[in-house]
């Protein structure tokens, strides 16, 4: 009999034999449920090596290459487990420290540590290209067709856990599909190679683009850090001797400018994003 059998067997049952119901249930559910919340022993010894490099990125979110450099951290393990648990939004510590054959405890050990060190490590990773740089990525931009750009500028979202103080104003704006959960708000700018060079980090989801500009850092200091280039962003930025962004469509439009605009969303930010 399967275990829905049972269960309804044991429902339906008269008190008379209740007790005998009772020593059968446990000796055929609790079988399963252990089988289904066994650990994943060797799951990164014999199946994380099955996998090509494309699997490898969806799962971890990075390349081999660049997780053999993070082993210098702590151990492969470590890193793939830290990897799995921040790369996929539903899954739990329960799920990670099955799959990964080590307890809830170590993992949240695993996460916090690794965290805190990349954290710490965020100002000699993220930072401004060098004039060298500069001159090679204003080079692949103008074969975009934007010559003097080294990068652009954007806003995107954080899900993070209800606030206890003042939850509604880290609902997103639009309110639709991811962006309607509880978020913050982070300011990021990338190359045309997606590396990340600047990031400004804590207001909350509800608030514009053009705010979190105003009062980032990198608006008072944007025409010292980009000297002669420029930055691409779209119609939520102001526009700026260092910020181009589209022309607003009041319905007068040459088409010089609407064809600047199609090139300036669809070829240049949505392809960096």
């Not at 702590?74 to 054959?101: G, M, P, Q, Y």
């Amino acid at each position: 009999m399967d275990l829905l059998g049972i269960l309804q067997s044991s429902s339906s049952s008269s008190s008379s034999t209740s007790d005998e119901n009772v020593e059968v249930i446990p000796n055929v559910i609790l079988p399963e449920l252990l089988q289904e919340l066994s650990k994943n022993e060797n799951f990164v010894e014999n199946t994380v090596p099955l996998y090509n490099e494309q699997q490898f990125i969806q799962h971890f979110r990075l390349s081999r290459q660049l997780v053999q450099q993070l082993k210098r951290i702590t151990s492969e393990k470590c890193i793939l487990a830290f990897l799995w648990f921040s790369a996929n939004e539903a899954v739990s510590l329960r799920d990670v420290a099955d799959r990964f054959d080590i307890s809830v405890s170590t993992l949240h050990n695993i996460v916090d540590n690794v965290a805190k060190f990349l954290s710490n490590k965020a100002n000699e990773v993220i930072v401004w290209p060098s004039p060298v740089e500069c001159r090679r990525i204003c080079e692949e931009f103008t074969q975009m067709g934007f010559p003097g750009v080294i990068g652009c500028i954007d806003g995107t979202h954080i899900k993070i856990d209800t606030p206890s103080e003042d939850a509604e104003s880290y609902i997103n704006r639009k309110k639709i599909s991811f962006y309607s959960k509880v978020n913050g708000k982070m300011e990021v700018v990338c190359d045309n190679n997606h590396l990340i060079r600047d990031v400004f980090i804590g207001y909350p989801g509800s608030v514009h683009d053009a705010r979190v500009f105003r009062n980032s850092p990198l608006c008072n200091s944007l025409a010292e850090v980009c000297g002669e280039w420029s930055l691409l962003g779209d119609s939520a930025y102001p526009t700026l001797r260092n910020l181009l962004t589209p022309y607003k469509d009041t319905g007068n439009l040459s088409n010089a400018q609407k064809k600047f605009n199609k090139k300036l969303i669809a070829e240049c930010l949505l392809n960096i994003q």
